[in-house]
């Protein structure tokens, strides 16, 4: 493929171009129709180095430093450290996937409120438009950012992002649909954010690989981006179903994410286990999970681990899924 849409047949790589390589933005702006039922102009898509470039774009396109920015507990991790290096104020408001969020009985203005799309990264359960809309509300935050890190075909409802709107901003990654070496990935923007934000990415970050955007574009435009989406995200659901089977019955296990074609899951302990404990324990026999409470706010007691199931499969995610387990009981059985 690179061979197919370098130079000298490819004439667009000879010059700088706003916001990245088009025919890469006419390629997402197709998978999203398809894949998200997003209907937007190719204008709206910007090209990003992957999420965490998309929102550093955001936070310095559209705040202050010392701004506000309103994010879920537990959060992204990674979108939290891009808003504290970006100087803004983050107020973290707990999420339950039955009830909702938190809300604050007073807050200041509110210029960025940062939500996961369909999926809730990390506790790996669908999120609900309503719960969204109801939290804008409360907020009224200038600007909305999504970030639709993972997806199933059939669960843009669960996104409140709108391509008409003029404050609703979603933020795309192509880290999790193929493979985060990639990095590249996409925000759309409101039509009048577009030039400027075009504009903004190429100044600050001139328009990124644009080799490595001809040949993702062409690799979507050939339709294998679409199937390799079908065919991970099937995979993944056995995958998951695997580790959530070993987790499941452990003591002091309060829930598993059910499973589901996203790359991660997240297990619940009773309150008071020490997560942070058990991972540095983990890794210590070489299995690597993510503690929950430090993604949570102050208020919001929640523990756990969250785990990844992209870099194992078959009889390795068996075998060491066992292990995981063997691992665990002992550790939850001491309360750790
Ligand atoms: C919610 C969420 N967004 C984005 C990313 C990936 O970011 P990037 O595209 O910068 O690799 C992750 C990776 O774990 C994530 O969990």
Known sequence: ?????????????????????????????????????????????????????????????????????????????????????????????????????????????????????????????????????????????RYVVEDDYEFNRDDHANLLFDTTSERHLLVGSFSKMMFPGLRLGYLVVPRHLA?????????????????????LAQFIFDGDLDAWCRRIQRDYLGRQQVLHDQLCSLP??????????????????????????????????HLIVRPLSPVCAASDPRVGLVMGVGMLSGETLAREAQRLRRRLEPLLRQGH
């Open 195 to 215: 030039g400027p934000m075009n504009r903004l990415r190429s100044e600050l970050f001139r328009e990124g690989r644009m080799l490595d955007q001809a040949v």
């Open 252 to 285: 002091q296990v309060r829930s598993v994410s059910p499973p589901s074609s996203a790359i991660s899951l997240c297990v619940e302990f009773a309150p008071g286990v020490n997560d942070v404990a058990i991972a540095q324990a983990l890794l210590k026999e």
């Open 1 to 141: 493929l690179y061979a197919s849409v370098t130079v000298p047949q490819n004439a667009l790589l000879l010059s700088y171009s706003t916001g990245g390589y088009g025919p890469l933005k006419r390629a997402i702006r197709e998978f999203l129709a398809r894949w998200r039922n997003i209907h937007c102009d190719t204008e709206q898509i910007i090209i990003t180095d992957g999420t965490h470039n998309g929102i550093e774009l955001c936070a310095v396109a559209l705040a202050d430093v010392g701004d506000t920015v309103a994010m879920e507990s537990p959060c992204y991790w990674g979108a939290r450290n891009v808003f504290t290096a970006a100087g803004l104020n983050i107020d973290m408001l707990p999420w339950q996937p039955d009830t909702g969020h938190t809300l604050p009985t007073a807050s200041g203005p509110v210029t960025l409120a940062y939500l996961t799309g369909s999926h809730h990264y990390p506790l790996s359960v669908p999120t609900r438009a309503a719960h969204k809309q109801r939290l804008c509300e409360a907020l009224a935050p």
